[in-house]
């Protein structure tokens, strides 16, 4: 099992930057494919980006392509999300994900999930 804690979120304006972080608990973080998902009011909680367990390759929703940014460091177990030339509509609760083995962009294939931060993004 691993416990994921997001930090990083807050209120930036548009056009701004920001650095999610997500932390993982176990000594197995390397096991495990990453994956970040948001949820804005009144939608359904989407994909953005996701990393393989080596970090060599990613997946990123067309949304969010060119902007952000996702890593990690096996070492911290700890993923990231560059968040750059943000937008209005990247408005929403943050959440980041595990899977064992391989990355994907769909939400149920997802076994673990943080708590969520908050990004707002204003005009």
């Known amino acids: 099992q691993v416990q994921l804690v997001e930090s990083g979120g807050g209120l930036v304006q548009a056009g701004g930057s920001l650095r999610l972080s997500c932390a993982a608990s176990?000594?197995?973080?390397?096991?495990?494919?990453m994956g970040w998902f948001r949820q804005a009011p009144g939608k359904e909680r989407e994909f953005v980006a996701a990393?393989?367990?080596?970090?060599?390759?990613?997946y990123y929703a067309d949304s969010v392509k060119g902007r952000f940014t996702i890593s990690r460091d096996n070492a911290k177990n700890t993923v990231y999300m560059q968040m750059n030339s943000l937008k209005p509509e990247d408005t929403a609760v943050y959440y980041c994900?595990?899977?064992?083995?391989?990355?994907?962009?769909?939400?149920?294939?997802?076994?673990?999930w943080g708590q969520g931060t908050q990004v707002t993004v204003s005009s």
């Open positions: 990393i393989s367990r080596s970090g060599s390759r990613t």
């Open positions: 994900a595990a899977r064992t083995f391989v990355a994907t962009m769909r939400r149920n294939d997802y076994d673990y």
């Open positions: 176990g000594r197995t973080f390397s096991s495990y494919a």
